[in-house]
């Protein structure tokens, strides 16, 4: 069995990954990639610990997470069109206002 | 895409500093986890999941019941595809155009170019029209 250090290592490294896109990046499609790699580690932390308890609530919820996440991006590609529409550039630091 | 998106990489190295951190942290509790306890292997994972989503006390894993939780999962996907449809629709002249239309044309009417929609105008002069050019 896979010791539980080596997938919160991946876990942590994959979070730092989207961490650093968020910081360093414009672009809202990467922004959004980021947030997945983000989120993805922390299910792959849920995961992890159900299989370390021998429980599958964390795989469970890991489940409604991933569904979750198919949300945010719909929600987040109809935001980055409206975005694209209205200042004609996906980049996150033009839209400095909350209305146009 | 282009490198006018990239941003500073100096923020970023927070998020290395955070990644030396997390590193530590787990290397200095690495003994305390202990060994995993596993699955029994002649148990079905997707069989036991299946019961817990449903709240089914068939289950032979260890679970609690997700039956609410998948109710309220299915109104919030129900949501993000409602307000999905919403962000992608665009407003030209007043008017909705639905997201199932061809930058502001009917599809229909793309199939044959230079035809005559309802309105009386060609394809290619309501093309100028969406874009905001003379008619």
């Known amino acids: ?100 | 895409m282009t490198d006018t998106s990239r941003g500073s990489r100096k923020p970023g190295v927070a998020a290395v500093a955070l990644f030396g951190v997390l590193v530590a942290v787990i290397l200095s509790s690495a003994s305390g986890f202990g060994d995993p306890t596993g699955f029994p292997a002649d148990e079905s994972v997707v069989h036991n999941i299946g019961y817990a989503l449903f709240d089914i006390e068939l289950g032979e894993i260890a679970s609690e019941g997700f039956l609410a939780a998948f109710l309220i999962i299915a109104l919030a996907l129900d949501v993000a595809l409602d307000s999905a449809v919403y962000l992608a629709k665009q407003e030209d002249e007043g008017s909705v155009v639905s997201a199932l239309t061809d930058g502001g044309r009917d599809i229909a009417s793309t199939d044959s170019p230079g035809s005559v929609d309802a309105s009386g105008t060609t394809d290619s002069q309501s093309a100028v029209d969406s874009d905001g050019g003379e008619p």
């Open chain 1, 1 to 100: 069995m896979v010791p539980l250090e080596y997938y919160l290592l991946l876990s942590s490294a994959i979070f730092c990954i989207g961490l650093f896109g968020i910081l360093t990046r414009r672009n809202a499609l990467y922004f959004l990639m980021s947030v997945e790699l983000m989120m993805n580690a922390a299910i792959l932390n849920l995961v992890a610990f159900s299989f370390h308890w021998g429980n599958l609530t964390g795989q469970t919820f890991a489940l409604f997470a991933i569904a979750l996440a198919a949300a945010e991006v719909a929600v987040g590609i109809g935001i980055i069109l409206a975005l694209y529409r209205n200042f004609g550039d996906i980049d996150v630091m033009e839209a400095a206002t909350m209305r146009w």
